[in-house]
């Protein structure tokens, strides 16, 4: 079965099963994303941490080993909530790119560059 008919139930071709799957990989794609999300700023609160970490004096709590787990497990909590609600958009950018929108045929769903391309080798 071919990606379009899985995301466009609506394509020529499309089994009846097709729904079930077209919405399935819709779950899976928003739950990766989601998780990239999460990774993404998992490890940006990981960089600033660092940074604070290497500014801060010799006797400061933030060099202490046993906060140091613990802050990075918070920060691994914080970014899943972060991410569970969709923060910064990372997630929903990404959607926007491998799913097309809902409805559209496949021929509609082209890169604006193919469809630059195909109107410039239409010009005389």
């Not at 990981?46 to 004096?57: E, F, G, K, N, V």
């Not at 045929?105 to 010009?123: L, N, T, Y």
Request: charged share 25%; net charge negative; proline share 7%.
């Amino acid at each position: 079965m071919k990606l379009d008919t899985q995301l466009n139930p609506a394509a020529p071709g499309a089994t009846p099963g097709a729904d079930a799957d077209a919405v399935r990989l819709q779950t899976r794609a928003a739950e990766a994303a989601e998780k990239f999300e999460a990774f993404f700023i998992k490890q940006m609160m990981s960089q600033m941490r660092s940074a604070t970490r290497a500014l801060a004096d010799d006797d400061s709590p933030l060099k202490n080993k046993v906060n140091e787990d613990m802050m990075d497990m918070a920060d691994g909590l914080v970014a899943d909530a972060m991410a569970g609600q969709r923060a910064f958009g990372i997630a929903d950018l990404m959607l926007k790119q491998i799913l097309p929108p809902a409805g559209l045929s496949p021929a509609a769903v082209r890169s604006p560059s193919q469809h630059d391309e195909s109107k410039q080798g239409s010009k005389p």
